[in-house]
């Protein structure tokens, strides 16, 4: 609910309700409207059943709520990257406004700390060597990347031979584990089969791989 929803000439607040710690939902004729902490509550004048001055309506709304979706914004990002997506998920579990949401991501992406391109780069990058095209694609697309950032973050790591072939990948994570084709048993291998599959990668192409180096009569 944006706040403009709520703003009427006369405001009354209606309840303050702890939140968490030191922060307090705050009820402006029986509707959420933004959220406080304890420490603001006097110097702002808010107590039940009294009326919400226009002006200091303002000022929360305006100066108040903005920076701190932004301070927190920065602190998330701090920690890790976060896609556009990701960011207003954080931001809404945080009760900002959606009006706030959004002029917080447009000063994210204005700057540069935004980029669901660079993002997806970095997330073929990294998980290169443990996940499958196929698997990273899908994790990309869950996060709220499209599908045009997608192709252009694939297409980019290509280039710059980010992306190994899937075999070599299945091979690598074999040895990674610990693969013998010499000792492993059916339990062994159906463990495998199972954690390269959760990778990404198809039941066809790990059971090629496995068998190019089993040659104890295993069925897989």
Do not use: W
């Not at 920076?67 to 945080?94: C, D, I, V, W």
Request: proline letters at 3%; hydrophobic letters at 35%.
């Amino acid at each position: 609910m944006h706040l403009t929803m709520i703003r009427k000439s006369n405001m009354i607040i209606t309840d303050i309700v702890q939140l968490s710690g030191k922060r307090y939902k705050i009820f402006i004729d029986g509707e959420f409207a933004f959220v406080l902490y304890k420490g603001e509550l006097r110097p702002l004048r808010i107590n039940i059943g009294e009326e919400l001055p226009e002006e200091t309506y303002d000022v929360i709304t305006s100066d108040i709520i903005p920076k701190r979706a932004r301070l927190r914004a920065m602190h998330l990002l701090e920690k890790r990257p976060y896609s556009e997506f990701g960011m207003r998920t954080k931001l809404q579990e945080n009760l900002y406004d959606e009006a706030v949401i959004d002029q917080t991501v447009d000063y994210l992406k204005g700057f540069g700390y935004i980029d669901d391109k660079a993002y997806a780069v970095l997330y073929l990058e990294t998980y290169t060597g443990s996940k499958s095209l196929k698997r990273m694609i899908a994790d990309l697309r869950a996060k709220g990347i499209s599908v045009d950032n997608i192709d252009k973050a694939v297409e980019q790591c290509r280039g710059t031979d980010e992306l190994e072939d899937e075999r070599v990948l299945i091979r690598k994570l074999l040895d990674k584990r610990g693969f013998d084709p010499e000792t492993a048993t059916e339990r062994d291998i159906a463990k495998l089969v199972t954690y390269l599959y959760g990778k990404g990668f198809s039941p066809d192409l790990i059971r090629d791989e496995m068998r190019a180096g089993i040659n104890n009569g295993f069925d897989i």
